[in-house]
Structures are given as structure tokens and as C-alpha cells.
């Protein structure tokens, strides 16, 4: 499966913005999938993930209340809703899959990424 993410761009602190991960090759309803971020700098980080089915999601503590992950299978995408951003969210975005219905915290459990977007928030 192949994956492609969209959707960044810069943005004011508070502002929002919607990032797109559509993915092709394999039905998208096969996979588990979540959102990472890798700011300069800094390790990898899980924002946050959801079921196959889309039945659950997860977040990090951090952007709990400001980030939301969907996913509509219809179109083989994913959403990651970032909303009141902070200039410390600043990073690439990766969405990531694995085959499966569950999702991982663990960015070695995905075998499969899309290139990153990068999201820069000014304060």
C-alpha cells in the first residue's frame, strides 16, 4: 500500500488545519493506521491513531481536545484534524498503516509510511 499525505502548510497559533493521508494499492479498510510527528530536532512521535474500523482512536495527552484522527474508508483516507495549534506542534506529519484492525503507538509496528507534510504554526 502506498501512502500519500496532504494538507500542511503554515499557520498562526490557534489557527487549524486539516491533514489528509489517502492511501492506494490495497483496500485501506485491511489496515490500522496513525498519525506521527517528527519535529527538528526531535524523535519520532505518535499524535495519535485509529482502527481499522474507526470504531477507536487515541491520542497523546498532548493534543488531546485540539486533534482529532477520522477516516473514511469509502475513500481510502484518513483525517487528522489539528485545531488551536501551538508553535511546539511544528513538525512533519507522517501517517502511517499496518495490516491489521488495530492501531500502535510503536512506529516500528508500521511497515508502512507516506512521505510527511510539514505543519509550521508562528507564534
Known amino acids: 500500500v502506498q501512502l500519500q499525505a496532504s494538507g500542511g502548510g503554515l499557520v498562526q497559533t490557534g489557527g487549524s488545519l486539516r491533514l489528509s493521508c489517502t492511501a492506494s494499492?490495497?483496500?485501506?479498510?485491511?489496515?490500522?493506521m496513525a498519525w506521527f510527528r517528527q519535529a527538528p530536532g526531535e524523535e519520532r512521535e505518535w499524535v495519535g491513531g485509529?482502527?481499522?474500523?474507526?470504531?477507536?482512536?487515541y491520542n497523546i495527552d498532548s493534543v488531546k481536545g485540539r486533534f482529532t484522527i477520522s477516516r473514511d474508508n469509502a475513500k481510502n483516507t484518513a483525517y487528522l484534524y489539528l485545531n488551536s495549534l501551538k508553535p511546539e506542534d511544528t513538525a512533519v506529519y507522517y501517517c502511517?498503516?499496518?495490516?491489521?484492525?488495530?492501531?500502535?503507538?510503536?512506529?516500528?509496528?508500521?511497515?508502512?509510511w507516506g512521505p510527511g507534510t510539514l505543519v509550521t504554526v508562528s507564534s
Open positions: 485509529i482502527t481499522r474500523s474507526g470504531g477507536a482512536t
Open positions: 494499492g490495497r483496500a485501506f479498510s485491511d489496515y490500522g
Open positions: 502511517a498503516c499496518r495490516s491489521g484492525p488495530f492501531t500502535s503507538a510503536i512506529p516500528s509496528a508500521y511497515p508502512y
